[in-house]
Nanobody
Framework: QVQLVESGGGLVQAGGSLRLSCAAS????????MGWFRQAPGKEREFAAR???????YYAESVKGRFTISRDNAKNTLYLQMNSLKPEDTAVYYC?????????????????WGQGTQVTVSS
């Protein structure tokens, strides 16, 4: 019954910004670690960012300094603010939820996944 629904993806030019949202239901959001992953065609799903129940944030080196993950527990919503986008950021972005308070950068650390939202960055 857990449901994660991403939104906010789209087409932007290099250097532009997007804000992704993930609306969660069916779980105790405030005590769940959350994360964002991305997957390009023909590539494995890779870690982008995560946030613990207490607000600690962690980023992949490829996005550090450009992306910001945050959460609004009152709205059961996870966000990913993406700035200074590059063509190599093009991928389907997935939000993920863990039953634990603190997770990791591994796919197996997460129990629930959204359907994904497409982000395309043009040159």
């Amino acid at each position: 019954q857990v449901q994660l629904v991403e939104s906010g993806g789209g087409l932007v030019q290099a250097g532009g910004s997007l804000r992704l949202s993930c609306a969660a239901s069916g779980l105790t959001f405030s005590s769940s670690a959350m994360g964002w992953f991305r997957q390009a065609p023909g590539k494995e799903r890779e870690f982008a960012a995560r946030i613990s129940w207490s607000g600690g944030t962690y980023y992949a080196e490829s996005v550090k300094g450009r992306f910001t993950i945050s959460r609004d527990n009152a709205k059961n919503t996870l966000y990913l603010q993406m700035n200074s986008l590059k063509p190599e950021d093009t991928a389907v972005y997935y939000c993920a939820a863990s039953s634990l308070r603190v997770a990791s950068d591994r796919v197996r650390s997460y129990d629930y996944w959204g359907q994904g939202t497409q982000v395309t960055v043009s040159s």
